[in-house]
Structure formats: C-alpha cells, structure tokens
DNA sequence: GAGGCGGTGGCAATCGGTTGCCATGAGTTG
DNA sequence: CAACTCATGGCAACCGATTGCCACCGCCTC
C-alpha cells in the first residue's frame, strides 16, 4: 500500500540535523533545544512521520504493550474489566494484547508463551493455568493477578470475605436461617474463598449450611445446579457468581419455586445481565471496572503484594423476607 | 527479571554453526539440512531459546498482530466478535491487539494511529470513525469492516434485508398491521439499513411503520424511547438491537404494559440477555462469532469486496398475536 | 579432467529507532 | 583572560532477527 512511511532520517533530512536529534526530539523533550525541537516536529508532522513502535522496541526492550488474559471473553464480568483496563492502559500510552484462553489451560499457556517476549507486562485476569505456571510468567514479566493468589505474585482480590459477609447478613435478616452455597469451578481460587468466607459468615450467626457442586460458571451450570437443589429445597442461596445464580434462578422459576418468596437468590460480581432478570438479581457488587484500571496501574508500577478492593451488597428483588415452604 | 533470554547468536555458538543458519533452520525448514537443523533445534531448546517477535518483525515488516477495534467492550455483541477473532487469529499464529473506542471517535482515531505501524492488519468490527478516516487507516493495512460498508473498504455484514423481512413477517403473521421501529444510533450504518429494509419488507405487506430515535443502543436508550413509545402505543415494537429492546420491554412492564399481550417486541444480535429478559426476546440472530472468524481469515487473505453473513429469527415470548390495545 | 550444478552454510547489510560518549561553542567565574 | 561548566548536537554502536549473495564441496556429466 503506497509508498514506505518517513524513518527518523527522512525527517532528519529535511530538517537538517542528525537522526539522533530527530529521535530525542520526541523521545527526550529537554534534552534538545527548544526552537530545534520544535522545527523538528512541525518538519516531522509535514511529512507525516509516526515512530514505528517496533523499531523503537528493539533497542528498549520495552514494547508499551501490556498482554491481558481472560479466561473467557464472552463473560460479561470480563467485559467491564477489559474496559477498566483498556483505558487506564492508553491513558499510559500503553496498548493491550488480548488472550482469550477459551477456557483452555493448553491454549492459555501457549498463547501467553508466545505473546510473553513481546509485552510489557501482563495480566492474568481469570486464569486457568496452574500456580506454576503463572509463576514462570511471573519471572518474566512483571504481572498482576485478578482475583486469585499465588505465592510471591502480586494481585487485587475483591474483599470477598466482607462481601460473603454482607451477603449472608442480608439473608440472615431476613430471617434466613440455612442456606446452600452453589459452587463455580473447582479450579477457581475465588470459588475457594467465597464458600470458606459463607461458612465463617454463616458460623458466625449460626445459620446452617451445604454446598453443592462444583458446575461450571454459566447460567447452564446454573440450570444443574437447580435440578440438585430442588431434592431438598433451601429457603436462600448464594452463587459462586451471578450468570450462576441467574440460571438457578430461571431454572428454579422454570419448576415452579417462586422467587424470591419461596428462595432468595443473591450472586456475585453484578454485571448487566443481573439487573435484567426478573427479579432482578440481588448480589455482591466488586467494582470491576476499577479493578481493570488498578491492574494496569499496578503492573506498570511494580507493585507491593496484594491489594483488596472494596465491595458493596446490591439488594434487588430475588432476595425477600423467608417464608416457610408450604409441604 | 533473571537474565536476557538467549538470542539466535547464543545458539549459534553453542551449536557452531553461523546465526544465520540459525534463523534458518526455524524460519525456513527444508533451506538448511536436516541433521544440522535438528541439531540446532536441539541447542536451542536447551537453552530455551524462543523467536524475539520484535527482532523478527523489524527486518520483515511481518509483526503478526492483528489490531481489532470495538466500539465499547462492554457490548455482549463485541464478546462474541472478539471471541471469534481471538480463536482464528491464534490459530493462525496471529495475536489480537484490542482498542476499545469506548464510543469516542477522537480516542478511537488516536489508539488506532498509533497501534497502525505495529499491526499486520485491521478488524474494525463496529467503529465510530468517519468514512474517510477508515479510508485512511485502509490505505495503510489491510482492514476489514465488519457491519458497515465504505466503498472500496471490503467488508462482512449480516443479511439486514433478510433478518428484517423475518421480523416484519413474523409480526405479520401475528396479525399486527402496524410497527414501531426503535432506532439506534445516528452513525450506526446497521441502524440505517435496518429502517430501510424494514420500511420495504412492511410495504410489501402493507404495513404501516413509524420511526423513533436515535437513541443510544443500551438498555437505558430503550428507557427513553419507551417515554415516547408510551404516548401513542403500537402492537409491535423493532428495536435497532438486543440492549435497545430489552430496554423497551422493561421500562414498557415497568410501566404496567404486558408485553407480549399488549406489545411485541423483537431485537437484532441474539445477545445473551436476550435469552434470560422475561419475557425472552424474540430476535434476529446474526453469526456473531463466525463474524469474527470470517474477519480474520479475510484480513489475512486480502480479500475480495463484500461478504454476507446468514441471519435467522429466534423467535421466544417476546411476540404474540396481536390483540387490540383496549381502551 | 574440466565444467556444471544442487545442496549448504557463512558474511554482512538491513530494518528504524535509542543512547553512551564526545566535540563544540557560548556563557560564567575568578 | 584562562579555566570551567553547561547546553546542544553528532557519531556510531547497539537491539535481534532476516535474507541476498557468495563460497565451498561433492558429485555428475561429457
């Protein structure tokens, strides 16, 4: 297409100085005269000159390229994170490399290995890979993990102990007194922490509990889970996230169980499609978007260890005051 | 982080053979012999030597990254899209880079000149640039348009003409004789042949329809448009997309209006909220996902002018047979 | 035995920037 | 006025691959 775009040299051409010059005028902006400078640029925007990024990797190592993993795409929780990410990154002048692992260790891990020499940074938000193997990542690039933790690899986490607690709170005073937890996947480190942070919760206040589980994170995974739960219907549940608790609660309306006068439904995360069921989903809102934002930060940064970011219970209409079951 | 990875140089010395035999011996399997390949193979692997991309790209111009453009992430449209993309393009050994415009035309312009240099090819799948700044960037790279056509910029597009006779047809079936037509987005090239072609597929069954809008394409675009759809009430109700009719049919419940006894009403993507609104929406389902894949293969393969993509009508509870409004 | 040829491997230029180091000259100081 | 500092610009060596061109070798052919 065309003809090559202008080199550094083109430009130092026409402007009558050294290619050098040309380069820190851009790249260094004290480092050159002011005047110089400026003829530099007004010559160098004439002939539409932009610098190859590659170009100026090469020497660098750095690429202002940041590779970010998703375990799956098409979740909406994902969504507002890439958002989050997406502009914190070209606020820094960094571009992000999107992985979608497909919910796939094998491609996740190849994918990454392959794009890992090329970025700067990289963040796992929603992986599939081992412990491990995120570590041998880690060593090569600085990385941020989204809601999981690993030994000696920094991340943000949701504060999903206090968030369990509101949650069961909120059940709690509506008179719930047991409720079943519906568990995501086996291999989720939130997964873990949400159903230890329920029971500790749930001690707590002395309301009993039982898991069920694991399925997977779907509103289809939603939809076994309920064929389970209706063997021995609880008056309140909590699910692992909410395209979970939004399949169990359709699955549950499906067979007949009103929601939420006969079980309360809450779930985790609050994305879109929450707000949209009937009823609409109360759940543990994590702000996503500004945990996206956060990870950009942090990995460009260098960070501490862990952050936990704050979390808030949205109380819709799936949760109401318990009533008996009629039987 | 521990020390440089080793280069094609460190390989060549360890295996005694020239770098540039080296290269070779990856980049071009048959030029070099066997024995020595597999030698150098081996070395390398010891030393886990991997390709430097960058290095690689500089002399060759090749960097095989794919730049794929989005109007906002958060779009469950776009999750699709990109799922498709992400899977193709790694398949074929390319990397996505992903800009997420987030409905501004400046900051879209920006990223993308800037990610231009370092991309092999451009996916703009839903851009909010002006024609003749997409002719620019097409100059440039080869790109891809996808819902939207520019002459001379090739392009994948869903059947509208087709998806929208459905639609009016169903609708007709169901006895209504008059429609509503919820549009989105000014710029939306889609929101413009939607209009049209629904007006053609109501003329040949003489239906009456009437246009509101724009309105921005989310849920809270449908909220405002049912203020205006509420003063003078049709039967059945086509909205732009998904997020603009699941709007409608929530403020229209919110606002005591059955749908689908009293409004029907139908969208266009088959997103995933519209599978769990109650009632199910009722929708025109384009092949989001083989919409990505097709956008890599042809961004890869220069290709021809125009594709169409099939559409089908998933028709859920959104619709019914037309009853008279009473009053 | 000379000339030719295909298969291999090496040399060195190249891609387009970045940056350490040096030269120059103007300005400052004692 | 000499010595010194500092601002500025140029030179040239990288960064790590790719690739055109050439050299060498063994072998075949006439």
Redesign the pocket.
């Known amino acids: 297409m065309s003809e ?6 083109d ?2 051409r026409a402007a ?9 005028a ?3 902006p ?8 400026e003829r530099i640029r007004r010559v160098a925007a004439e002939l539409g ?4 990024p ?3 990797a ?5 690429t202002n390229m940041l590779a970010l993993v998703v375990s799956d795409v098409t979740n909406p929780v994902y969504g507002e994170i890439i958002r989050g990410a997406e502009s914190a990154a070209a606020e820094a002048g960094y571009v992000l490399l999107l992985i979608d692992a497909q919910e796939s260790d094998r491609l996740e891990r190849h994918s990454l290995e392959r794009a890992l020499p090329g970025v700067d940074g990289v963040i796992l938000a929603g992986t599939r890979m081992s412990d491990s193997a995120i570590r041998v990542a880690a060593k090569q690039r600085p990385t941020i993990l989204l809601n999981r933790v690993v030994t000696d690899v920094p991340g943000i986490v949701h504060d999903n102990a206090y968030g369990m607690h509101l949650a069961v709170r909120h059940l709690y005073d509506l008179g719930h007194r047991a409720l079943t937890y519906v568990a995501g996947p086996e291999a989720s480190w939130a997964d873990g922490m949400r159903w230890r942070y329920l029971r500790e919760a749930a001690a707590d206040l002395s309301l009993r509990v039982r898991r069920i589980g694991p399925f997977t994170p779907t509103p289809e995974g939603g939809r076994a889970a309920t064929a389970e739960l209706l063997r021995e219907l609880p008056t309140a549940v909590i699910a692992y996230n909410d395209l979970l608790a939004i399949g169990v609660l359709l699955a549950l309306q499906a067979s007949g169980v009103c929601v939420p006068a006969e079980v309360s439904v809450v779930g985790f995360d609050n994305v879109f499609p929450a707000r949209i069921v009937t009823p609409p989903l109360t759940t543990v809102a994590a702000p996503l978007r500004a945990q996206g934002r956060a990870a950009v930060t942090a990995v460009l940064s260098r960070p501490g260890r862990l952050m936990t970011l704050p979390v808030r219970l949205v109380e819709r209409d799936s949760t109401a005051r318990r009533r008996p079951h009629r039987r």
């Open positions: 090559k775009p202008p080199t550094i040299y430009v130092a009558g100085v050294a290619a050098s010059t040309v380069s820190r851009f790249s260094r004290g480092r050159v005269n002011a005047a110089t400078a000159y932009r610098v190859n590659l170009a100026a090469l020497p660098t190592g750095r």
